[in-house]
């Protein structure tokens, strides 16, 4: 059995934030787009079991409106952080075996790189927009181009 991987990109950031870039919160349009998100998911029946976050406060409350939507904890994963050695993410793939779905909420640059590194089935135009989610499987050995993509959701085009 499979184990899927969705990449979702944090929600929209507030603009009047005027602090640090790791304690930005989302904006309410960011949160309404997420709540949207999490039902076309749910739709498609692509149900996380986990929910991990970058350690940033706008990918937290991302994760957050995940989790309730789902039912489930979120826990903090320092490995999503937007510095991240994309590599190293092959890592925390659980084995395909689990059947699992696993959501990662982080930011758009490394997960994108995530993606690219996993699959080479991406479509070059795929930008990552705010609240977006690319969706990816493992069906075997977690490696490099072992990946199949499965779709990818914008939330600024979608529904």
Known sequence: MPTTILLIRHAQRANNHHGPDRSCPISQAGRATQEKVAHELK??????NRIYFSPTRR??????IMGAAFHIDTVTEPALAFAADEGALFALVPDPSSNETIAWVGHGPPLLTFAQMATREIPIDIEMATSSVIVLQFDGEVNLRKAKFLRYINAETSG
């Open 59 to 64: 990918t937290e409350e991302t994760a957050a």
């Open 43 to 48: 739709t498609l029946g692509l149900i996380p």
